[in-house]
T-cell receptor, first 112, second 113 residues
Framework: AQSVTQPDIHITVSEGASLELRCNYS??????LFWYVQSPGQGLQLLLK??????LVQGIKGFEAEFKRSQSSFNLRKPSVHWSDAAEYFC??????????FGAGTRLTVKP | DTAVSQTPKYLVTQMGNDKSIKCEQN?????MYWYKQDSKKFLKIMFS???????INETVPNRFSPKSPDKAHLNLHINSLELGDSAVYFC????????????FGAGTRLSVL
């Protein structure tokens, strides 16, 4: 079955520290890959996406993600976290249809 | 201008009632979706409409009935509400099929008492 795994339910980092959120997918072929962020009480906002080409993609708010086919991973990174980055982060995959599957989400807490 | 707007933002109702959530997008997209986010933040697709035609209908009780009067609107009607229906419901839209970016509304928090 197609699935998206975010192994970390909750991550806490200090402000200014680097961040990496993990995402693994289990599809037969390379899907379309996305990272969304959900601030408390808000809808989902797209951070970045990977369709093809360069495996390192840049997104908004200083985020980037790297697609690694050999590991079926699409991890999200940020070199220096800001307090405003505290939110829920969702990895999502989509194949050749409109069906987008989301991971369970990773809640990011930022310590002062 | 809000791209994908949902109303109401909050909905509190009693078990057994019938309620509707409205969604409108002004992005000119041809595909719209409804998602349910449970208390553990897990997001699951419920329905997808492309050009007013139903194309995804996950395993959802038939008490849930989407209605798409035109490409810009996808409303969700729920009959005989149950406690387990309490969740946040998100509407989204995209242009075309495949891996196109979906734009989300702010969500409707439904509480069934």
């Amino acid at each position: 079955a197609q699935s998206v795994t975010q192994p970390d339910i909750h991550i806490t980092v200090s402000e200014g520290a680097s961040l990496e959120l993990r995402c693994n997918y289990s599809y037969g072929a390379t899907p379309y890959l996305f990272w969304y962020v959900q601030s408390p009480g808000q809808g989902l906002q797209l951070l970045l996406k990977y369709f093809s080409g360069d495996t390192l993609v840049q997104g908004i708010k200083g985020f980037e993600a790297e697609f690694k086919r050999s590991q079926s991973s699409f991890n999200l990174r940020k070199p220096s976290v800001h307090w405003s980055d505290a939110a829920e982060y969702f990895c999502a995959v989509s194949y050749n249809n409109n069906d987008m599957r989301f991971g369970a989400g990773t809640r990011l807490t930022v310590k002062p | 201008d809000t791209a994908v707007s949902q109303t109401p933002k909050y909905l509190v109702t009693q078990m057994g009632n019938d309620k509707s959530i409205k969604c409108e997008q002004n992005l000119g997209h041809d595909t719209m979706y409804w998602y349910k986010q449970d208390s553990k933040k897990f997001l699951k697709i419920m329905f997808s409409y492309n050009n007013k035609e139903l194309i995804i209908n996950e395993t959802v009780p038939n008490r849930f009935s989407p209605k798409s009067p035109d490409k810009a609107h996808l409303n969700l009607h729920i009959n005989s509400l149950e406690l387990g229906d309490s969740a946040v419901y998100f509407c989204a839209s995209s242009q075309g099929t495949g891996g196109n970016i979906q734009y989300f509304g702010a969500g409707t928090r439904l509480s069934v008492l």
